[in-house]
């Protein structure tokens, strides 16, 4: 078995940082795990200064720039975070590497791409601490996240662009600008309150359309869908009866706390309102549209996905379901719920990737 040393490395501009009596710092620190973490501050990294040139949108009959590396980028200082660890290759991928060889390279950097969450997870650990202890812009502007191995002859670098989402094409027509005139004349019967009210669920609709990495997509859409489900202290049936059972079996007692107990359990009815589960429920139930019933189910499946994602991580959620066809999904289910909510139906645009609804569920 042969060692190959492997890294991940980040690299940010460190906006409006300059030196008043350095010119740079750098230095190393172990981790418990056996981890080497490199640090350098200033306006020669390591690795040098590659960023990533793409489009974020592929867009029918225009040729799109999927991936172009760029080494031009000028800034006064860089921040880069350097994660390595001890690889146990075998005796043939070693030798490859040690003989330059592109196809044991290649497998090599697919196997660091394998464990790339866990090296992002430990590199937002240490960039969120020192943005946190020392300031923000050391790591508000990332440049590029990359895979390394730095054994062998010579260091060997993968850089991958950003996902490209191809849109559809959209034929705007003649009456095109009657059509939007005449819809959009209802904003005017619309106080600035609503207005601003609508732009605070909006907001995040809008980032969610515009995030592309599943995951994230997925936690995003939950926000505007949260902000039209509307809180309320009423207490559920199931909650009331199991209360008022916990009340009976209080006032049969002779503990010298039982005024105590009686007094939390009125306190208990007044803040247990119904969990998200149930508002959706009865917003669903109270605005029928078709498929609602199966609307209800997915949601329950959806915010089981999102509690996953927030506390376990993606990798326990992607093990057992495909988030990006579940993104999408729950993307429709958002959109036609804030359709009913603002435009009074939940009919939304049409687009070749919605998916297609059970209806008679």
Known sequence: MGTEIIARRRLYDALGCGFADKEEISFSLKLVDEKMVFFYLGSNPQFGVTTIEADKYGIPGKKSNICKTKNDYKSDCFFEIVVTTNYNASDELSEGIANKDPESRNKLLKIIETQAE????????????????????????????????????????????????????????????????????????????????????????????????????????????????????????DATENISLLEDIVKCTESEHKERLMEFLKLTKQKFGPNLNMRFEQFAKQNAIPGWEADVKAFKKFNRMRNLLVHAGKKEVQMNLDIKEETRTLEDLVERYLGVTFLRSHDVYQSRWRPIRNDNA
Do not use: C, M
Not at 146 to 173: C, D, M, N, R, Y
Not at 224 to 236: H, K, R, V
């Open 118 to 237: 866990i090296f992002s997870k430990i590199l937002d650990a240490i960039a969120g601490i020192i943005g946190l202890k020392f300031h923000r812009q050391f790591v508000l502007k990332q440049l590029i996240e990359s895979s390394h191995i730095l054994s062998g002859p010579e260091p060997v670098a993968s850089f991958a662009g950003p996902a490209l989402e191809v849109l559809q094409p959209i034929t705007i027509k003649a009456d095109a600008q009657s059509k939007l005139e005449n819809y959009l004349q209802g904003l005017s019967s619309i106080t600035e309150e609503k207005l601003i009210k609508g732009g605070s669920i909006f907001h995040w609709l809008i980032k969610a359309w515009q995030e592309t990495d599943p995951a994230t997509k997925f936690v995003y859409l939950f926000i505007p869908l949260e902000g039209i489900l509307q809180s309320n202290s009423d207490i559920s049936n």
